[in-house]
């Protein structure tokens, strides 16, 4: 394994070398993979010149993350940091409320990062925050471009205070993330070297701007034609504000997961839920073998629900339930889960036939 982190003098991940790691584990999303490694050497550079007491003019490159629900955007913020071996968390954006108002305040996103980097302040100032849902706190008072018409608590207001934290300040944050309201115990942290990756769905963002997806026949053609921009107007247009927009100077666009990729997804991947399913039954005695048609079947499923890989977990349980209930019974035994198998516990689940 080639050195992932700084603790090993000058030799950091190159971005390929980041790139094929995420290769390993990530199905798909190429350009989003490949702006991710850029965007994580970048950091790893920043942090170092900072040890080395070069300030230099290096800014940090927050990540802002537009795909629809289980295109593997979490999956891969989450893989990245595995790698670079630095604290990593996950907030939701739904959680936070404008300051002096009942619920989180932002800076206990920092908290949290500081929990899991074992309360090492020096490990928080390098580590990654994921926020998921960020399209979630977009202004809702789109009446009134500035905000002024009426308060939004829950959407631009937690806009204005991320800004701090993105751009880079000293804050103040609690130590005890549970009782984040009790003003007491408090840490200073420097945000200016964590590394902010935002995402969300922006599942109508079509219907701002220029970047509308075509419908009915014209949709058949959509893999011949050029990939789908999303530009800066889109996102001012949905309810983001330009100040959050400019600390979020990277964006990556991730894709709908195709039929071939949703496969792979379950059969290649180190972490796959093939092999998850086969060592979890193998620890019963169960050998468990699942035929090429049946997981194509198990794909076309959530591609009619949309679900993405997210809920290819959720479809692989139910198929395998009876057998997980079972399998201490059957120890000693092959299992073949095949293509009526799958029909038959898919089809029961929601009265809906899969035959095509």
């Known amino acids: 394994m080639r050195s992932r982190t700084l603790k090993r ?50 800014r940090k490159s927050n990540v802002l993350m537009v795909g629809p629900t289980g295109c593997g955007k979490t999956h891969l913020a989450r893989t990245l940091a595995s790698f670079l071996e630095l604290p990593f968390v996950v907030v939701d954006a739904t959680e936070y409320t404008e300051a002096g108002y009942y619920g989180k305040d932002v ?20 580590g990654i925050i994921f926020v998921d849902e960020i399209d979630k706190i977009a202004r809702r008072s789109h009446g009134a471009r500035t905000g002024a018409g009426s308060r939004d608590i829950g ?4 806009q204005q205070g991320m800004l701090k934290l993105l751009e880079g300040r000293e804050v103040f944050v609690p130590l ?18 964590i590394l902010f990756i935002c995402a969300g769905t922006f599942s109508d963002l079509s ?7 075509s419908m009915g026949f014209a949709a058949a053609d959509r893999e011949h034609e050029p990939a789908r921009r999303t530009t800066t107007k889109d996102l001012l247009d949905y309810g983001m504000i330009a100040e959050l927009l400019g600390r979020l100077p990277v964006v990556v666009e991730l894709g709908e997961l195709g039929p071939d990729e949703l496969l792979r997804i379950m059969t290649e991947p180190p972490d796959s839920l093939l ?22 079947e198990v794909v076309a499923y959530s591609l009619a629900r949309r679900a993405g890989a997210r809920g290819l977990r959720g479809i692989i349980e139910e198929v395998c339930h009876d057998l997980l209930f079972e399998a201490p019974e059957r120890s000693g035994t092959r299992v073949v889960i095949d293509v ?13 036939d899969l035959e095509r």
């Open 9 to 58: 003098g000058p030799a950091i991940a190159t971005p390929r070398e980041i790139f094929e790691h995420l290769d390993r584990y990530v199905i798909g999303q190429e350009r989003a993979k490949r702006a991710i490694a850029i965007a994580a050497h970048s950091h790893l550079r920043r942090i170092q010149a900072r040890q080395e007491g070069r300030a230099g003019l290096l």
């Open 340 to 352: 009526a198998t799958v029909r038959g516990k898919l089809a029961a689940l929601d009265g809906i």
């Open 176 to 193: 005890n993330v549970t009782q984040h309201w009790n003003k007491h115990d408090f840490v200073q942290v420097d945000t200016k070297d």
């Open 275 to 296: 092999r998850e399913y086969k060592e979890l039954l193998a620890l019963d005695g169960v050998e468990l073998h699942v035929t090429q048609g049946a997981l194509q």
């Open 207 to 213: 219907l701002y701007g220029t970047t509308a997806r």
């Open 155 to 158: 959407g631009e207001g937690v």
């Open 107 to 126: 800076e206990v996103m920092v908290a949290e990062l500081l929990f899991a980097a074992s309360q090492s302040i020096q490990e928080t100032e390098k």
